[in-house]
């Protein structure tokens, strides 16, 4: 896992900037990256790719988190710890 840059894509992300975010987070394939990719295909509006990345992601699921902001949040806190 690449925390700096997967953190990165978490501001990017939190910032708006979905596309930037989500090229950086495809190019890990742990399942803390799998997750924050899932996330970005939620905010997409696109819940098959997101449900196969969370599928991916250790134990996430698409439902864990009504707000993508929170969840983002969320991976924030984990990574920066």
């Known amino acids: 896992m690449n925390r700096p840059e997967l953190l990165k894509a978490v501001e990017l992300a ?25 996330v970005l295909h939620k905010i997409e509006g696109d819940a098959w790719n997101s449900r196969y990345w969370y599928a ?7 439902e ?13 806190k984990l990574l920066s710890s």
């Not at 939190?14 to 899932?38: E, M, P, R, V």
């Not at 991916?56 to 698409?62: F, L, M, P």
């Not at 864990?64 to 924030?76: G, K, M, S, T």
């Open 64 to 76: 864990d988190f009504a707000d993508a902001r929170d969840e983002l949040l969320h991976i924030q």
């Open 56 to 62: 991916r992601s250790a134990g996430r699921a698409y």
């Open 14 to 38: 939190l910032s708006g900037d979905w596309d930037a975010a989500h090229l950086i987070a495809q190019d890990y394939g742990d399942a803390t990256a799998n997750w924050l990719h899932a």
